[in-house]
């Protein structure tokens, strides 16, 4: 059975302070891995796809690699506005999409 | 606006009380689904559509169904909702018939009592 975790389930960080976010994960063929960004009230919202290992993508403050077993979204310098839940799912062979529960960063000014 | 719309957002029912929750999306995608989150569990898919009159289970379809008539639509009925089908639904779409970089809606809280 596909398993996705993503720890730590909550990230307090200090504006500029930078961090990373894992997302490990077992999967029968991985197609896709991909990042969503969740603010409260609101449906998420994409933000990376990753397709094999060793590949990276940036936007802005965020970058998310990808390793045979384990995904990492790093917030580089955050900002108060980068508060939300990041979630991290990965795409089987199959095409069948499994969700880790999130984790929940939230920057003070 | 490119967008997906939910209706309603919010809604209280009671047990057995048929209900269906609304999904359009204006940006002509094929493949549409329905998910539930639920703390500490994840979006969890409950059925998805790769085409017009071409639906399929997810992991959790179980007192849910869905219909795709029309290509912007995609419905999700509780024929005879229980409480443990209170959550917080996200309908989505996608280009192409995958569910790559999907548009999520805003979400339906639904209470059953």
């Known amino acids: 059975e596909d398993q996705v975790t993503q720890s730590p389930e909550a990230l307090r960080l200090q504006e500029g302070e930078s961090s990373s976010l894992n997302c490990s994960y077992t999967?029968?063929?991985?197609?896709?891995l991909f990042w969503y960004r969740q603010d409260p009230g609101k449906g998420p919202e994409f933000l990376f796809t990753?397709?094999?290992a060793g590949e990276e993508k940036e936007k802005e403050r965020l970058k998310a690699t990808l390793t045979k077993k384990e995904s990492f979204l790093h917030i580089t310098a955050p900002k108060p506005e980068d508060s939300a839940t990041y979630l991290c799912?990965?795409?089987?062979?199959?095409?069948?999409?499994?969700f880790g529960a999130g984790t929940t960063v939230t920057v003070r000014a | 606006e490119a967008q997906v719309t939910q209706n309603p957002r919010y809604l209280i029912t009671v047990t057995g009380k048929k209900l269906t929750v609304t999904c359009s999306q204006n940006?002509?995608?094929?493949?549409m689904s329905w998910y539930r989150q639920d703390p500490g569990l994840g979006l969890r898919q409950i059925y998805y559509?790769?085409?017009?009159?071409?639906?399929d289970k997810g992991d959790v379809p179980e007192g849910y169904k869905v219909s795709r008539k029309e290509k912007r639509n995609f419905p999700l009925i509780l024929e005879s909702p229980s409480p443990n089908q209170t959550s917080l639904y996200f309908c989505?779409?996608?280009?192409?018939?995958?569910?790559?970089?999907?548009?999520f809606g805003p979400g339906t809280r639904l209470t059953v009592l």
């Open positions: 799912a990965v795409q089987a062979s199959d095409y069948k999409l499994s």
């Open positions: 989505a779409s996608s280009p192409g018939t995958t569910n790559n970089e999907q548009f």
């Open positions: 999967v029968s063929g991985l197609r896709g």
């Open positions: 990753l397709y094999s």
């Open positions: 940006m002509n995608h094929e493949y």
């Open positions: 559509s790769m085409n017009v009159e071409v639906t």
